[in-house]
């Protein structure tokens, strides 16, 4: 975080003034129409846009067609706004249910693993901050396990349909209203599609615009907002539903390769559905309104690139190699996506600030200037980082200066539900609302990271008081949370 690129900072301001430039363009034809407007009386001012004797008056009739016509282009290309109806986080059984010990001799007794790599195994488990109550699939539990594609699309379907049921349920929608569906699943995307499975399961409108993203790890949930966000730019009056899941059965790795034994220690059963739409009407009962949405591509850095990368290791076993590089690779993107996105969410004296510190190390070439960190604190409520692991969010602890309450939601969900990959940012929005914090205004900050590498921010405002839900993946366990994390 001690150096910022200059072209992030002006990707920020450009999209700050993107759509302001309609409002700042109306001042001078405001002003020279109040000046037109002086001496005369507003009974006549009906037979003077007919017929002008003056050119005072015709300056001011030219400013009101100026303004009425910048106005026109506003309503025009606006963008529409996306609420957020509801949302829907799947909740395992209890049969699923993993210890880290069962989780160890699960292990041990596949026959699959060397000692170094069950010693491995048992550090890394240890100090992940996942606790006793996550869960895997039956068929990575099953002694012996018994990976299929069977069993895989039983899993897709037991998450899939189980978070989709809430959110039918609680919304009150019923399929044949969606408009459009996005689902993405990064590992497991088989034929047909995990988007056509729903369809044909909830027995959807034949002309539902639907799409199915893989490949594109953990920070997918937000590309997928991202996505279904401009498919309501153009389609309007209607609903979006957004599906975030990962598939554990054919991604379980059984070989003796360090760096893909870490997603084995970590990642977990899990999955959301969120239902968006551009219905005005909506407003009166969404939760959350979408403000902004930020996403960061590192992909043509070779480093970034191979962080995250899905191979075989010397034997041909197939898995998921993560880079000793990650923390570093993690902490160049956050930097990006924040120096693109504080123009648009930071107080002015904030950044005031930062431009103050830049100014004197890139201008001015002050090499004892120190870099002025933003305080995002003053920008946002409630923070949702991606529970990607303990080494994650540390380190975006300690790079955004948050305290032990702002990251609560991140480690209660990392020890409750392990890495549930894309999904992640909405089991813990989900524990902040199971606590009643959130209120109306509130702005909320979800950050994901995955491979490719990327960097994505999406920023969402509360429209009421959230009050704490009926249906909700806490609601059995919210009393014990907080816990110690040791």
């Known amino acids: 975080m001690q150096s910022v690129n200059l072209k992030y900072v002006k990707l920020g301001y450009h999209y700050l003034i993107t759509y302001a430039i309609y409002i700042f363009s109306t001042v001078p034809a405001l002003a020279l129409l109040l000046v037109s407007l002086r001496g005369i009386q507003l009974g006549s001012w009906s037979n003077k846009l007919l017929q002008p004797d003056s050119s005072t008056d015709m300056l001011g009739i030219l400013a009101l067609l100026m303004i009425l016509t910048l106005l026109f282009i506003y309503y025009m290309f606006r963008p529409q706004v996306v609420y957020l109806v509801d949302f829907a986080c799947f909740r395992p059984s209890y049969e699923s249910k993993v210890s880290r010990e069962f989780f160890l001799r699960m292990s041990k007794d596949t026959g699959k693993f060397e000692e170094p790599s069950l010693a491995f195994q048992r550090k890394i488990v240890e100090r992940s901050g996942l606790g006793d109550e996550t869960h895997l699939p039956k068929a990575v539990t099953s002694c012996p396990p018994c990976p299929s594609l069977r069993e895989a699309r039983a899993e897709a379907e037991t998450v899939m349909f189980g978070a989709l049921d809430e959110l039918f349920m609680k919304s009150k929608v019923r399929a044949k209203d969606i408009g459009i569906l996005v689902v993405n699943c990064s590992l497991f995307n088989p034929t047909p599609s995990l988007s056509s499975m729903i369809i044909n399961h909830y027995k959807m409108r034949g002309n539902i615009l639907s799409f199915n993203l893989g490949g594109m790890g953990c920070s997918a949930g937000i590309i997928a907002v991202d996505l279904a966000r401009d498919l309501l730019q153009v389609h309007s009056n209607t609903y979006a539903i957004v599906?975030?899941?990962?598939?554990?059965?054919?991604?379980?790795?059984?070989?003796?390769?360090?760096?893909?034994?870490?997603?084995?220690?970590?990642?977990?059963?899990?999955?959301s559905a969120i239902l968006l739409s551009n219905k005005r009407t909506e407003r009166r009962r969404s939760r959350y309104q979408l403000k902004h949405i930020?996403?960061?591509?590192?992909?043509?850095?070779?480093?970034?690139?191979?962080?995250?990368?899905?191979?075989?290791?010397?034997?041909?076993?197939?898995?998921?190699?993560?880079?000793?590089?990650?923390?570093?690779?993690?902490?160049?993107?956050?930097?990006?996506?924040?120096?693109?996105?504080?123009?648009?969410?930071?107080?002015?004296?904030?950044?005031?600030?930062?431009?103050?510190?830049?100014?004197?190390?890139?201008?001015?070439?002050?090499?004892?200037?120190?870099p002025y960190i933003p305080n995002f604190k003053l920008a946002f409520n409630h923070f949702c980082i991606h529970a990607?692991?303990?080494?994650?969010?540390?380190?975006?602890?300690?790079?955004?200066?948050?305290?032990?309450?702002?990251?609560?939601?991140?480690?209660?969900?990392?020890?409750?539900?392990?890495?549930?990959?894309?999904?992640?940012?909405?089991?813990?929005?989900?524990?902040?609302?199971?606590?009643?914090?959130?209120k109306k205004g509130d702005r909320v900050w979800q950050i994901a990271f995955g491979s490719g590498f990327k960097c994505n921010s999406a920023v969402w405002k509360a429209l009421r008081d959230v009050e704490v839900p009926l249906q909700n993946p806490w609601l059995d366990c919210i009393h014990k949370y907080p816990v110690e994390l040791t």
Request: charged letters at 25%; glycine letters at 10%; hydrophobic letters at 35%.
């Open 243 to 271: 599906l975030s899941t990962e598939n554990i059965t054919l991604n379980w790795y059984t070989g003796n390769d360090r760096s893909m034994l870490l997603p084995n220690c970590l990642f977990r059963m899990g999955g």
């Open 294 to 370: 930020v996403r960061t591509h590192k992909g043509a850095e070779d480093e970034s690139y191979q962080c995250v990368y899905q191979g075989e290791d010397e034997n041909n076993e197939k898995g998921l190699s993560i880079s000793r590089d990650l923390m570093s690779v993690a902490g160049h993107a956050l930097k990006a996506n924040i120096t693109t996105l504080g123009p648009l969410v930071l107080p002015l004296s904030e950044q005031f600030l930062f431009l103050s510190a830049l100014f004197c190390r890139k201008v001015l070439k002050m090499r004892d200037a120190r």
């Open 388 to 438: 990607g692991g303990r080494g994650v969010l540390d380190g975006v602890e300690k790079n955004l200066g948050l305290t032990k309450y702002h990251m609560e939601p991140s480690r209660m969900t990392l020890h409750r539900f392990g890495n549930t990959s894309s999904s992640s940012l909405w089991y813990e929005l989900a524990y902040s609302e199971a606590k009643g914090r959130v």
